[in-house]
């Protein structure tokens, strides 16, 4: 066995406020108090070293923000598959392509969006934090009756190939093709 190094500099420069920093951020869901004064990122990996061998997560899927949250996740007429990425997530990055995939499939499906919100930036409201709990989460919100979206949002645990998340919302959605 031998041991591996993710990044050339440590990820973390500890101090009793950056730990106290860090614990409050995590409580209280404050992912941007997390990272202050510490070069940390909340999947314990830094920047990419070149960002052009990677796709941006996002592409494709009509992009949530604190804002237009209700307006686009809390569309109790439309089902909602929505994933929270960071820019600077590996995993995100890989992610990507299947997802603009799968974005493309339901673009012209009145009764779906694919959706996409930067966690970093903008804090998941308090109905979703807790099944954020790294990047990239993907959730998915089922159409209801107006005004009566049935619970919260189900997360997606699943492969995560556009065959998958496309077969994965055909079978949860409540809208009509």
């Not at 920047?47 to 923000?65: I, K, L, Q, Y």
């Not at 556009?162 to 009509?176: C, G």
């Amino acid at each position: 066995y031998e041991s591996k190094t993710w990044t050339k500099q440590p990820m973390v420069q500890f101090s009793p406020e950056a730990l106290e920093s860090f614990i409050t951020g995590y409580l209280f869901h404050d992912w941007e108090r997390i990272g202050k004064g510490m070069d940390f990122h909340p999947n314990g990996r830094s920047e990419p070293e070149d960002e052009d061998d990677m796709s941006p997560p996002g592409v494709g899927a009509v992009t949530v923000t604190i804002d237009n949250y209700d307006e686009i996740v809390r569309d109790t007429t439309k089902d909602v598959l929505l994933e929270v990425y960071a820019p600077w997530c590996g995993h995100c990055r890989a992610l990507a392509p299947e997802y603009q995939l799968t974005a493309e499939h339901f673009e012209d499906d009145d009764g779906v969006t694919v959706a996409a919100m930067v966690g970093g930036e903008h804090r998941p409201p308090s109905d979703i934090a807790e099944e954020v709990r790294g990047y990239p989460s993907i959730l998915f919100f089922p159409a209801s009756v107006p005004g009566k979206r049935s619970g919260v949002g189900i997360a997606y645990e699943g492969p995560r190939s556009a065959k998958d998340l496309i077969s994965f919302v055909q079978e949860k959605r409540h809208t009509k093709k």
